[in-house]
């Protein structure tokens, strides 16, 4: 796949930079504001596939990148996993206990672990909707040689 | 009642489309409609009158707010579908690369 | 012990992201720690089996238990029944990860293989313990969205097209389950299959009732490939590679299929006689259309497929019948009989279905062939393939002494003590047409002299291989204890219990 | 309320419609995001802001990996002939999918109409939850701490759709 012109590359990157830190805001609002770790790992995932859409697949090293998502996607969801047995080391028996306290219902640090999940949450969709979109451009580039 | 068979008839074109195309990106179509009929049914079960969206207002209480379990039951069927679709899709992709076409009547490996 | 419940999910996700994770890094990772996580998993079964005794275990997730006598968080729930299922799940899945260590080292990408495999156990494990409807869904889909991706694990043409029509299928059968969910939490709004049994139970819409129950039976009808809906078991289950397709056949389409299946139509509706006489119908149809088709087949794993969708059809058979004499009322000896027949048969199957099929993918891994006809002469070269092969085709085509007589045995006692005098005469003929074309497969694969010359080229496959042939062969006639009445009390009683007092299961777990 | 929702809900239908008989693959994929994006405005009426959110994201993506596989194959829909066994298989398709209609009609007589909805079980998800689990947002308490489990799987089946896809678009398959 071949890049777009030079203003659509430049004005992509401003784009994409906003929409992340808006994916971003949408993460850690979850608790407070509609969206959470789904709807923002999503638009975090659109900002990559936007850049990569405007540069071209063939300019950068998608190889090195698809095993970096895949990475990041293992490492957040085990953490998801760490997170719901955590409670168990707190010496309760049980699984996605919300061990932590709950805080001020409305400020942005409060509802226990739940802003944890949605940050955790949040990176792996990223992680898989990123790995999903490079493994067809992958296949595409590899397979038309 | 009108907003619920609605819906059903949302679903029964995807059933339709399931049953009748013969291509596989329109196959995936039809599964998608089915799936937005089931979400549309689902967030209509939860809806109720004059409710407010579920985000509480910590300041004002006594208020009516709509069911928020089936919107976090469809939020969870929206990502399933997003999983099928992209599986479907690669499968889609590389069955076009060894056929050069997308018609499911050429697929002769199968029998039965 | 109520701890133990969710590490069911729990191991297996863990070991499939450090699979993923560490694979890369540490040479042949995943063939060491997959095997030792099943194996932990076999042993939490077995333990938590023993201790059991007759009672059932509920788990609160997240703390949230009763709040006013309505079950507000998911429940898992562990009972007679599910802990037999479990049992098969991870013993099946342990033995065909064990013989995948040397049939999956000639296909690429093996880690992923196995952070596969062991996703497909934790949504199985997540489907038998769950008890609320929606999360059942959800670890349904977990199973068969990893089940899509093994089946096409070998990426050619076969398996490519195999798994878009199983797919297809699964997505229309997910579907009318969501659908069938939407609407059961329409009218009680609730999801947990207790309270669900508990709201209905106060009267219903009769036409409502039969559109779920339709909806339902048809979604994990699909699941569990019973005849009109079994178009694609033969394709995915022949083209998937060989542990993949013991895992599918034994118990993939038991546990997300005939076990919620059960489940629902035991613990979750009321019974009613129409569903019961569906029920013995599909599975009448099922057992003797399979049979038939699986005569003229020539691929070995086809053959087996449709062998597969034919035995399906004995339990169904079975559990419609212990239904209908439920109905009746007056003759429960039978009804336990039928039941408990089904079950036993259910176990019995994964077991000597899981033999044949890791039987066929030796055959595969030396021979490159499927087909029946370029076979022939093997039991010399491949002593171990033919003789656990023999034993696996005589247990399910029900020679005594192994554990597939003494399983079809119960439920034809139970047909003809039941007065369904032409079910068992059918059963009978079934299981002799059965052992015509295991005959069949014996002679062409093993014994017939003919089509191959090179015959010292092939030697007996690899010990990991064998060693799980030889093991599940092992259980093949182990399990034929299970007929002394004894060991049938200890191991059957409590699952059979679950499901003869339908109301036990909602008691138990909303007093 | 109502009839707002069943406009849209008709526009759906004919979008679905087109979707499936367009001769161009590009503009029955377009067709089929319209209908997702229709799905959206439907959630917003109905209260359902988060479900808006993650519904536009999620068809915008689902639309960009299909434009990109349909762009690098084919665009053209398969000849359908109209045989007779197509046309006895449409004709039954027909009276099969009346007799669910009706079906389906008969079966939601009885139940709750829209609006009319009462909370059983939820209750407990409305009445105290701020207090229960900290969080404003009650889809994201349901989500994330009363069936935090079903969200786990959530997230395991999308990580199973990556694993698969990665396994599944593999150039070579055996050694």
């Known amino acids: 796949m071949e890049g777009m012109s030079i203003i659509v590359k430049k004005v992509s990157q401003l784009l994409a930079g906003l929409i992340f830190v808006y994916g971003i805001y949408i993460i850690l609002h979850g608790h407070l504001t509609p969206g959470g770790g789904f709807a923002g790992g999503a638009i975090i995932a659109g900002a990559f596939i936007l850049l990569i859409l405007a540069n071209g697949s063939s300019a950068l090293n998608l190889k090195k990148e698809i095993s970096g998502s895949s990475n990041t996607e293992s490492l957040a969801i085990l953490m998801v996993v760490v997170l719901a047995m955590m409670s168990l080391a707190f010496g309760v028996k049980v699984f996605f206990s919300n061990f932590l306290p709950k805080g001020e219902p409305g400020e942005l640090l409060s509802a226990g672990v739940i802003p944890l999940y949605n940050i955790f949450i949040g990176i792996e969709v990223a992680g898989a909707i990123l790995t999903i979109f490079l493994a067809l451009v992958i296949f595409k580039e590899e397979s038309s040689k | 009642m009108s907003v619920y068979i609605l819906s059903f008839v949302l679903f029964l074109v995807g059933l339709y489309g399931v049953i009748t195309r013969r291509n596989l990106i329109k196959i995936v179509i039809s599964l998608s409609i089915m799936e937005f009929s089931i979400f549309m049914i689902l967030v209509l079960v939860g809806y109720i009158d004059n409710g407010l969206a579920p985000i509480v207002d910590p300041a004002s209480g006594g208020q009516i707010y709509v069911d928020p379990l089936p919107q976090a039951m469809v939020l969870t069927a929206i990502v399933i579908g997003l999983a099928t679709t992209s599986m479907l899709m690669a499968i889609a992709i590389r069955l076009y690369r060894k056929y050069k076409t997308f018609d499911i009547r050429e697929l002769k490996n199968l029998r039965g | 012990m109520e701890a133990m419940i969710p590490l069911f999910v729990a191991i297996p996700l863990i070991s499939a992201f450090l699979i993923v994770l560490l694979s890369k890094l540490i040479n042949g990772f995943h063939k060491i720690f997959a095997p030792f996580s099943l194996l932990a998993l076999l042993f939490m079964a077995v333990y938590i089996f023993t201790n059991l005794d007759n009672t059932s275990m509920t788990y609160a997730m997240g703390g949230w238990g009763l709040l006013n006598d309505l079950p507000i968080g998911i429940f898992l729930v562990l009972d007679g029944f599910s802990i037999l299922m479990l049992g098969i799940i991870n013993i099946i899945g342990f033995i065909a990860l064990f013989y995948s260590l040397s049939y999956i080292s000639k296909y690429t990408a093996e880690s992923n293989y196995y952070a596969l495999f062991c996703l497909i156990i934790a949504g199985m494990n997540g489907v038998v313990l769950s008890g609320d409807l929606f999360n059942l869904f959800v670890f349904l889909e977990v199973s068969v969205i990893s089940s899509y991706a093994l089946v096409a694990f070998g990426v050619g043409k076969t398996e490519l097209e195999a798994s878009f029509k199983y797919q ?312 034929s204890l299970l007929a002394l009445p004894s060991v049938n009390e200890a191991v059957l009683h409590p699952a059979i219990q679950v499901l003869m007092q339908s109301d036990l299961y909602s008691i138990t777990l909303i007093p | 309320m109502e009839l707002t929702i069943s406009i849209i809900l008709g526009f759906m239908i004919i979008g679905a419609i087109y979707a499936l008989h367009a001769k161009d693959l590009l503009s029955a994929v377009i067709a089929m995001g319209i209908v997702g994006y229709g799905l959206v405005i439907c959630f917003l009426l109905l209260k359902a802001p988060d479900l808006a959110i993650v519904q536009i994201v999620v068809e915008t993506i689902t639309l960009v990996i299909m434009v990109a596989v349909v762009l690098d194959s084919t665009r053209k829909e398969v000849e359908i002939k109209l045989d007779r066994r197509t046309i006895i298989n449409i004709l039954t398709g027909f009276v099969v999918f009346a007799g669910l209609f009706y079906f389906f009609i008969l079966a939601i007589q009885n139940l709750d109409p829209l609006g009319a909805h009462s909370l059983r079980m939820s209750e407990a998800y409305v009445e105290g939850a701020v207090e229960k689990t900290g969080s404003v947002n009650l889809v994201t308490g349901v989500l994330f701490d009363f069936r935090a489990y079903d969200t786990l799987g959530e997230a395991v089946i999308l990580y199973t759709a990556a694993l698969g896809v990665l396994t599944l678009l593999r150039i070579k398959g055996k050694k």
């Open chain 3, 168 to 479: 297809v299928l699964g997505g229309l059968a997910s579907m009318l389950i969501l659908l069938a969910i939407g609407l059961i939490y329409w009218k009680t709004k609730t999801l947990n299959i207790a309270d669900v049994r508990n709201v209905m139970s106060g009267g219903f819409s009769r036409p409502y009732y039969i559109f779920v129950q339709v909806l339902l039976l048809t979604g994990f009808g699909l699941k569990a490939a019973i005849i009109p809906f079994h178009a694609w078991l033969p394709d995915a289950h022949s083209s998937a590679p060989s542990p993949i397709s013991a895992m599918l056949s034994g118990v993939l389409i038991k546990a997300v299929g005939i076990y919620v299946l059960i489940r629902l139509f035991f613990n979750m509706f009321e019974f009613t006689h129409e569903i019961a006489v569906v029920f013995t119908v599909l599975g009448t149809i099922s057992m003797v259309i399979g049979s038939l088709v699986a005569l003229v087949q020539w691929d070995v794993k086809r053959l087996l497929a449709y062998s597969s969708i034919s035995q399906m059809g004995y339990i169904v058979m079975a559990f419609g019948m212990g239904m209908i004499l439920l109905i009746k009322g007056d003759n429960e000896p039978a009804a336990i009989l039928a039941i408990g027949g089904g079950i036993y048969h259910m176990i019995n199957h994964s077991v000597f279905k899981g033999l044949l099929f890791l039987n066929a993918g030796a055959l595969e891994y030396r021979l490159d062939t499927r087909d029946l006809k370029q076979m022939g002469g093997l039991s010399k070269a491949m002593p171990v393939t033919s003789s656990t092969s023999l034993m696996a085709s005589m247990s399910i085509s029900g020679l005594p002494p192994f554990n597939g007589f003494f399983s079809k045995l119960i439920i034809i006692i139970a047909a003809v003590n039941g007065k369904f005098y032409i079910l068992a005469v059918l059963a009978i003929v079934i299981s002799i047409i059965t052992l015509a074309y295991f005959l069949k497969f014996q002679h062409y694969a093993f014994y017939n002299r003919t089509p191959l010359k090179s015959l010292d080229k092939i030697r007996e496959v690899p010990f990991p291989m064998t060693s799980s042939m030889i093991l599940l062969a092992i259980l093949c006639l182990a399990l």
